[in-house]
């Protein structure tokens, strides 16, 4: 009988990092906000549906721009959307730049479409290649 043992892959045993914090290495700029409903809510690890969110204060197109104070490596970048009211599709599009916000290098562009009652909650995560050249990563 073949002795065996299945184990990790190496490269699947390193521990998954943990939420940069955003807020001790970066400034957000932010094209808009509500009062209720501020930019602070995206950072603040209230995740899935129902969770806080930030509400942009009027609907047209919004940018987000994390302008990290060093340059960091990023892997893995994660949104969610929540939509419980109106059907529409929501465009995003993820950007890094390693010139100070001179130039942006697109990494994804996708939309996401919402149809309440049932579909109203959007999870997306994606894995990316922006190393330590990349200073800034912004989200339209």
Do not use: C
């Amino acid at each position: 009988m073949l002795r065996k043992q299945v184990v990790a892959h190496p490269a699947t045993t390193e521990a998954q990092p943990e939420a940069l914090p955003v807020a001790d290495i970066a400034t957000v700029l932010v094209t808009s906000e509500t009062r209720d409903h501020p930019i602070d809510h995206v950072f603040d690890g209230r995740r899935g549906p129902g969770g806080t969110r930030w509400v942009a204060e009027k609907p047209a197109e919004q940018t987000v721009i994390l302008a990290f104070d060093v340059p960091q490596r990023i892997r893995k970048v994660t949104m969610e959307t929540e939509e419980k009211a109106v059907s529409r599709t929501q465009e995003v599009a993820l950007a890094v730049s390693n010139d100070g916000g001179q130039k942006y290098r697109e990494l994804v562009h996708q939309e996401i479409n919402f149809s309440p009652p049932d579909t109203t909650f959007q999870r997306e995560e994606w894995t990316i290649a922006a190393g330590h050249g990349d200073s800034s990563a912004a989200v339209d």
